[in-house]
């Protein structure tokens, strides 16, 4: 089951790098999450899928199968699942044939629904972008989470194992490299230059050699995921626009995320005028992965997306983040799965307003990441879901306790770590004070006083 094309793209570098058994039939079932998928282009539908089906002996449409229902919302009955699956063998000509099952986002639907219509399947769950880091985001039924048989993954940060799954033992397994850089390969020589870009005056991207490559811009869906307001997140692109001229840089190409509703980059290419660079907007709903191989940006910048992590470790491109700590600061509810990526990005790649961590930046070779990032991930994960990682608890107390100032960490609050009775929070017989009314009120007190003595 395959709802993007860079997940399309992981699974086609999995067919061909040998990584699942023979099988009579390769069936390629596509869902089309976007909130309009009526009018919304599936991934079917992408420039460059065609290349891709080719290690498929068929597409399906699981958005047909369940109309008028939403693949992100439906979930069938329990007493319905026989029903439902006699259906589907029939419909799909399965038979009697044993089935394995290979899904994404294993915690919620479509592909918590298509497995358990089919209870007796093994699952194996590939991952295609940063949050296969994170912890699991919901406890997961043991009689599904026990069929997981391993967690596939691009190797993004080298050295680093992902947390997903592991409370039920769940292997991990790289992804190769070389398979999915022939992938993305293939749909970089596919695209067509014309139907690239999209911007008043100027018809295509700029050419690849001439010079100095252009800085790429990520946009990603940070306002439909309600972690910016629309404004904000066109002021993080015009963010990105500055950043990069004050770089050197004046030819700049931006790529909104291809799952992101119309996002105004009017803003940006007014600034960019204002500056004296050429701002170039990628029309086509195609992975950066495509630009990064016609364009060889000189800078690849952007907030947490995985397109980041994707230049600095398959690529060998320079990078750089924006924006981070704005968005951890306000990121809500506390489990929400963006965290993991937003402390990842923020923990390794320089930031775009240091000029000289930008141009200094080298990516961590595997053993410097295990070395200061391990730790990192674990506590990040266990105080994002600590029943889930309780086996974790050990570890995340250890690697808090050792850090300088560990009051002021930025991937957790303090009234996390205190609910959590972790090194950083507020001490156990202290604890009360945040929930003291009368302490709430002489802090505002105090605070006015202040204010009115300055």
Same mark, same amino acid.
């Given at each position: ?39 919304? &282009? ?10 891709? $089906? ?27 699942? &026989?029903?439902?699956? $006699? ?11 044993? /089935?394995?099952?290979? !899904? ?14 089919? &209870?007796?399947? @093994? ?27 391993? !967690? ?9 194992? &992902? ?21 993305? @390969?293939?749909?970089?020589?596919? @695209? ?9 005056? #100027? ?77 170039? /907007? ?44 704005? !968005? ?24 775009? @307003? ?84 009368? /302490?709430?009120?002489?802090? #505002? ?10």
């Amino acid at each position: 089951m395959v709802s993007t094309l860079y997940g399309a793209a992981s699974l086609a570098a999995g067919v061909d790098a040998g990584l699942f058994p023979p099988a009579r039939r390769r069936i390629l079932l596509t869902s089309n999450h976007a909130v309009t998928a009526e009018v919304a &282009p599936g991934v079917a539908r992408v420039p460059g899928f065609a290349a891709l $089906r080719t290690r498929f002996d068929e597409v399906l449409d699981w958005n047909a199968v369940i109309a008028p229902q939403h693949p992100s919302t439906w979930a069938p009955r329990a007493e319905d699942v &026989p029903l439902w699956e $006699r259906q589907l063998r029939t419909l799909w000509g399965l038979g009697e044939d044993r /089935v394995e099952l290979v !899904v994404e986002s294993l915690q919620v639907p479509p592909a918590q629904s298509l497995c358990r219509l089919f &209870p007796g399947a @093994a699952v194996d769950v590939y991952a295609d972008g940063l949050m296969s880091y994170g912890p699991t985001r919901f406890r997961l039924d043991p009689q599904l989470g026990m069929r997981v048989r391993r !967690v596939l993954h691009p190797d993004l940060v080298p050295g680093l194992e &992902p947390l997903l799954l592991t409370e039920f033992g769940v292997r991990a397994e790289v992804l190769p490299a070389e398979a999915l850089l022939k992938v993305f @390969a293939e749909l970089a020589d596919l @695209a067509d230059p014309a139907e690239l870009a999209e911007l008043p005056g #100027r018809a295509e991207l700029p050419e690849p050699g001439a010079g100095e490559g252009p800085a790429l811009l990520l946009g990603q869906y940070l306002s439909a995921l309600d972690l910016m307001t629309p404004e904000e997140e066109e002021r993080l692109h015009v963010s990105m626009v500055r950043g990069a001229h004050a770089l050197g840089h004046r030819e700049l190409v931006f790529k909104p995320h291809p799952g992101a509703p119309l996002v105004s980059s009017r803003r940006a290419e007014l600034e960019a005028e204002r500056l004296g660079a050429r701002l170039t /907007v990628v029309a086509a709903p195609v992975p950066a992965e495509t630009l990064y191989r016609r364009l060889r940006p000189a800078l690849v910048v952007g907030c947490f997306s995985t397109g980041l992590l994707t230049a600095a470790t398959l690529y060998g491109l320079p990078v750089a983040r924006t924006g981070t700590e704005a !968005v951890l600061a306000r990121l809500t509810p506390y489990p929400n799965s963006n965290r993991v990526p937003l402390a990842l990005v923020d923990a390794l790649l320089p930031d775009l @307003a240091d000029a000289d961590a930008v141009r200094a930046w080298r990516a961590p070779g595997p053993e410097r990441v295990r070395a200061e990032l391990a730790g990192l991930l674990t506590a990040v994960g266990y105080t994002m879901q600590p029943r889930i990682l309780a086996a974790h608890r050990d570890r995340a107390e250890a690697y808090l306790a050792a850090l300088p100032a560990p009051g002021v960490w930025p991937y957790a609050t303090r009234r996390r770590l205190t609910a959590l009775g972790l090194p950083g929070g507020v001490p156990a017989r202290l604890a009360f004070l945040p929930r003291s009314r009368s /302490v709430r009120r002489a802090v #505002r007190r105090l605070g006015r006083l202040r204010r009115s003595l300055s």
